[in-house]
């Protein structure tokens, strides 16, 4: 899949499930579970043991899921997760050499960002997406609608305390995406296998995105 296709599913879909648990078998059950419940995209972040093989068995099983890795905080993991068929490249701050290796690989690529000076950096450094972390700290909702009034045309993916109660404000915010962890994925629905929680939260989710997307482009 090429860096446009997964730019626009991404946009598309509108959600970025985090997968950030304590061993291989519950990341593989939690991304397999979501991309069941309709969301065909995930992020297996670095701190999950073996994330790279994680990585390269969930793209070889399901190959029209998207899946990124996330927490990249240097080159040399960033490659490691391009070799294991990583399609995004996402951390939890700017680490510029992680964006211009992206660029230059033409792979997807949303480093986390919080201040409008950070912001402007990963977007003239050719970030495809700025993610807004950790946002439910800085004011939700309502700073990501401040970030968007000077700066339109950046996509800002909401991460760090999106909820179901707080999803739908951060789309009608302004937000082009949601990245969601444990709301999605709990833990307890993880640890005892309840594959049905995750899948009527990832329908739940899809459903707010969905309507929140419709009653932005009514007004």
């Known amino acids: 899949m090429k860096k446009e296709e997964v730019h626009a599913r991404i946009e598309q879909v509108g959600i970025i499930p985090a997968v950030r648990v304590s061993s291989a078998g519950d990341a593989q059950f939690a991304a397999e579970t979501v991309n069941r419940g309709g969301i065909p995209i995930v992020e297996i972040t670095m701190t999950v043991p ?11 099983n399901s190959p029209a899921m998207i899946v990124g890795a996330g927490t990249v905080l240097d080159i040399e993991t960033a490659r490691r997760c391009l070799d294991a068929g990583a399609k995004f490249l996402t ?32 977007w003239k450094a050719g970030a495809d997406f700025v993610k807004i972390f950790p946002c439910a700290s800085v004011g939700g909702d309502s700073y990501i609608r401040a970030l968007k009034a000077p700066l339109p045309q950046v996509p800002l993916i909401a991460s760090g305390g999106v909820n179901q109660q707080t999803a739908l404000k ?26 049905d929680r995750i899948l009527e939260l990832a329908r739940r989710f899809t459903r707010i995105v969905k309507e929140a997307r419709s009653h932005r482009s009514s007004q």
Not at 50 to 60: D, H, N, R
């Open 170 to 195: 951060f789309i009608l915010a302004g937000a082009a995406a949601l990245g969601i962890g444990g709301e999605l994925i709990p833990k307890e629905a993880l640890q005892n296998r309840k594959e």
């Open 91 to 122: 951390s939890p701050g700017l680490i510029l050499e992680v964006v211009e290796f992206a660029v230059k690989n033409d792979v997807v690529v949303f480093p986390g960002a919080l201040t409008p000076t950070e912001v402007i950096t990963a």
């Open 50 to 60: 073996e994330a790279p093989k994680v990585i390269t068995g969930l793209t070889s």
